[in-house]
């Protein structure tokens, strides 16, 4: 059994400038046995802080981390049966693609037939057969990077750890890579645990993911529960590109008033759960890709209508992108690329209904 499990830990860093620090301000979660886990966030969230400790390169403050069955607190990054993947590979330059591959085994002192029979395997899943005589700087980004995993595969580890695997590498070969690491989770069954700052990234590989802010968790879950239901303002905002829109609004007589004088009657089901807010200013959510040109939106989209004057138009070719201001925020709707849309002028929009996120302006909260 290969599971991850924090419990209530926190990691606080010691900083000559700043004083003391805290990184990760008491995470609980349990990455079950052969899951894939993405830790996502923007910048200094504490994701790789959270990946580093379990490793054992860094020691939480407090708290206790558990891998299998073991609490492992104590035990060295070597004894902990993890293998780590990092952002530049950490290639030997010196030593051939065979080399890099086997240099831990090696290190283990493991029979020479086992090493080779391991290299092989490992060669084979990544497609690196070819290589094995080559130095690194003979490979291409893609290719290193392969070898980088190779070099994690052989030790047969119980978690895999990778942290921001793919950021050196261009678009195109990241979308690929993505594919192959997904098929290499399928084929391994392994325990992967991975680092990245890309939302898009997070919601291809996880099972599930976990998002980070400030160092603290703002929700576990699949990546569709993370797009269909986001706890708070953060997470809605964080995951879908373009992002979520939030418009000011007010609760009153089953309808919603949205700033900038447009008004529509509220979903029953909303209607119900937003009954304490009657009167009271709330943040209505809407993706780009729920709101609808009034000549192309479907007919389940409902009556939520809202009229404005069309600012910007971005032609995306198999979209576009109409921006246009509600009250005081600009709102974006990712629209059918055949919808006419006049800059400048008056049009109406349709919002799906069944597609609306409610927030307290205050809390930021999901309200349903
Ligand atoms: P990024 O995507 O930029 O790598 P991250 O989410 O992985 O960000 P961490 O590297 O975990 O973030 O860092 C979390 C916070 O802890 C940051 O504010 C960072 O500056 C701080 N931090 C990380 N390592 C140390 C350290 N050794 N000493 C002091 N502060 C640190």
Redesign the pocket.
Known sequence: MARVEFKNIV?V???EK?GS?T??KGSSFVIEDREFVV?V????????????MIAGL?RQTSGDIRIGERVVNDLHPKDRDIAMVFQDYALYPHMTIAENLSFGLRNLKRPKDEIERKVKEASSILGLGDMLSRKPRELSGGQRQRVAVGRAIVRDPQVFLFD?PLSNLDAKLRIQMRVELAELHKRLGATIVY?T?DQVEAMTLGERIVV?NE?EIQQIASPTELYNKPNNMFVAGFIGSPAMNFIDARIGGGQALLAGGTAFPLPEAAARALGAYEGKPIVLGVRPEHIYGEAMAPDRAGSAKLEAHVQVVEQLGAESLVYFRVGERMVTARVHPELPVALGARQTFVLDAAKLHWFDPQTEQRIV
């Open positions: 990691k860093y010691e900083d700043r620090f990184a990760v830790f966030g923007p910048s200094g969230c504490g994701k790789t802080t959270s990946l580093r860094e921001e680092v700052h980070m160092g």
